[in-house]
Nanobody, 124 residues
Framework: VRLQASGGGLVQAGGCLRLSCAASGRTFSSYAMGWFRQAPGKEREFLAAISGRGGNTYYVDSGKGRFTISRDSAKNTVYLQMNSLKPEDTAVYYC??????????????????WGQGTQVTVSS
């Protein structure tokens, strides 16, 4: 599966963005999906995951209440809605797909495919 992330940009602190990740192929629901981010000089960190049919989600503690992951199977797209953005949210955001759709994952090596990343910059 190929993943194309989009929706990043420059936003002021307190603002919001919705990231999208479009997946190729006809078996989108066969994949659990995740969002990660990587700030300059830091490790890539997990943000959120969603099961193949969208029934289960999981978030990093720092994202609970601000980030919402969702998916639209008709559009083969997974989203990350980000609210109340802070300058420390500045990073490149990546989507990823995992072949086992039923289990959620938080570690990079558990994902099989990655998108190219989209830059999010939050100004203070």
């Amino acid at each position: 599966v190929r993943l194309q992330a989009s929706g990043g940009g420059l936003v002021q602190a307190g603002g919001c963005l919705r990231l999208s990740c479009a997946a190729s192929g006809r078996t989108f629901s066969s994949y659990a999906m995740g969002w990660f981010r990587q700030a300059p000089g830091k490790e890539r960190e997990f943000l959120a995951a969603i099961s193949g049919r969208g029934g289960n989600t999981y978030y990093v503690d720092s994202g609970k209440g601000r980030f919402t992951i969702s998916r639209d199977s008709a559009k083969n797209t997974v989203y990350l809605q980000m609210n109340s953005l802070k300058p420390e949210d500045t990073a490149v955001y990546y989507c990823a797909a995992k072949r086992d759709s039923s289990s959620l994952a938080t570690r990079r090596h558990e994902y099989d495919y990655w998108g190219q990343g989209t830059q999010v910059t939050v100004s203070s």
